[in-house]
């Protein structure tokens, strides 16, 4: 294996991979092995779903469909309780940078090779690990998006030409806060013309192999091994899950609630009239695609049923018998589990997070990220969002032991703000305070300074209260430090 020793860094490094179409459903397989489907809305045509007229006239002979894709030009967002709460879930992190260590793995999935990475704290060992099961398409580790071509410019004009790696800057943020992550190449990237043999398990569960590997790693923790499903991905893991014993937490980040089927239509018929495509077309299309899966969903297929974007008809049966059922697997696999929906999610409506807290009963956890697209970054800058990182990095240090924190963190555990957010003043108290003086410093979010001035401890203890009543309300950053260390943390005033 090869290794590296590195250093966070929030800058995204630029890629010459290639990639499938970055409007691909959140929810829908493509392998390379033939034409994929993809969801661009293109003003001078749509591309053909199917690739054989045997197979557009068997879509044109099919009646009726499952259901009608829900209308979502006017998505109604129900009770989104939480969103309010997503400060709180995010500004009582410290910022401590940790050196991590990269390696390139690799592990035997359904007779393929899988190529990942594995990143971990430098120091410490035994540490709760973090699988990133990634969303639809030919992803690589990096979940690598080039913003060019198809509908980008119409669709994400603020983010032409730049290139996102939402799964390598989630990883480097979990490392940074004491987790291992796995990160891995998915089948149809690595084995774009050599993938032999379509099968539900090799396209759909590689997942299920990388939790074997971990387990024969002795620098990870294998009573606490954690997936994140991004989009399609969060459909999989509580099925995976629910058939082990060796999952300790499931975090869903965009997942979709809704068939797929359903979800594909819509994104269709809405990228086409929201980019000026053709929309009759698009409408055609969409009613193929729910016509197809009431075929396969009714068990009305047969040998002669054509392949999918390159799947089987009977591997759809098999995906949609598990991913119809995601909120009845998430209450069966009855783990800590996190949802986050991501508020201008193009892909995955504001809607589905409501439909997954009105049907999953063993957590309460549903969050929506403000301000977020699908690849869990702004539209205006490239970066995996710091909100969604120090959200899931919160609820991890809830649910989640961490054996690997950085030392100067360990130093200020019983570091202490509260309460937080407050409103007039709030205290700052360390237990275990040897060094007798502290220098403190309050700033607010854009560097100015607010307070400094110096703690003195009496014994091993400083408690200091702290009345900020003219203070503006908003974000600020409080740091202690003495000669040989310094943490930060955030909080509020409201």
């Known amino acids: 294996m090869n290794s590296q020793l590195m250093v966070r860094s929030r800058t995204p490094q630029t890629s010459s991979s290639s990639r499938l179409s970055v409007c691909h459903s959140s929810s829908i397989p493509f392998t390379s092995t033939i034409t994929p489907l993809l969801l661009v809305a293109e003003s001078k045509e749509q591309k053909q779903l199917f690739h054989s007229s045997q197979q ?43 050196a991590q260590t990269a390696e390139n793995i690799t592990f035997m999935h359904e007779g393929k090779t899988i190529y990942g990475t594995f990143t971990k704290p430098s120091t410490g060992s035994d540490h709760p690990t973090i699988i990133i099961n990634p969303g639809s398409g030919a992803n690589d580790r990096d979940g690598t998006i080039p913003m060019v071509g198809g509908n980008i410019a119409c669709l994400y004009p603020n983010l032409l030409n730049d290139t996102l790696k939402p799964y390598a800057q989630l990883g480097e943020a979990l490392v940074d806060s004491g987790y291992a992550v796995l990160r891995y190449d998915k089948v149809e990237y690595t084995y774009s ?11 759909w569960l590689p997942v299920n192999s990388a939790i074997n590997y971990l387990k024969t790693r002795s620098d990870v923790d294998t009573n606490n091994i954690v997936l994140i499903g991004h989009s399609e991905g969060s459909s999989l893991i509580s099925y995976i899950a629910k058939k082990r014993t060796d999952v300790k937490a499931l975090i869903s980040v965009a997942g979709p609630r809704t068939p797929f089927d359903s979800l594909l239509a819509y994104q269709v018929v809405h990228f086409a009239d929201t980019c000026n495509g053709n929309v009759n077309q698009a409408v055609m299309q969409s009613n193929q695609i729910l016509q197809y899966f009431n075929t396969v969903r009714t068990n009305s297929w047969d040998s002669t049923t054509p392949p999918f974007a390159g799947v089987p008809a009977s591997e759809w049966y098999k995906y949609i018998q598990i991913t119809d059922s995601v909120a009845i697997n998430y209450n069966q696999a009855n783990l800590p589990t996190l949802f986050l929906g991501l508020e201008r999610d193009l892909n995955v409506p504001n809607e589905e997070l409501t439909r997954f807290e ?3 009963t063993i957590t309460n956890d549903f969050w929506m990220i403000p301000n977020l697209n699908h690849y869990m970054t702004t539209y205006s800058s490239p970066d995996v969002s710091q909100a969604l990182t120090d959200t899931i990095i919160h609820w991890l240090r809830k649910n989640v032991l961490i054996s690997a924190v950085s030392s100067t963190e360990k130093q200020f555990h019983n570091f202490q703000l509260y309460p937080n957010p407050f409103q007039s003043g709030f205290t700052i108290k360390i237990d275990q305070a040897h060094d007798s003086n502290w220098n403190l410093t309050i700033k607010s979010i854009t560097g100015n300074e607010i307070l400094n001035k110096t703690l003195k401890s009496d014994g091993n203890r400083i408690s200091q209260n702290l009345q900020l009543p003219n203070l503006t309300s908003g974000v600020y950053f409080v740091s202690l430090q003495n000669e040989k260390q310094q943490v930060t943390k955030r909080i509020v005033k409201l």
């Open 193 to 203: 013309s050599s993938l032999g043999e379509v099968t539900f398990e090799k396209l």
């Open 358 to 360: 009105n049907e999953v």
């Open 56 to 98: 557009s006239s068997f879509l044109k002979s099919s009646s009726t469909s499952h259901s009608q894709p829900y209308s979502m030009f006017n998505p109604t967002i129900k009770n989104m309780k939480k969103q309010s709460i997503l400060l709180l879930a995010f500004l009582l992190l410290s910022y401590i940078s940790i």
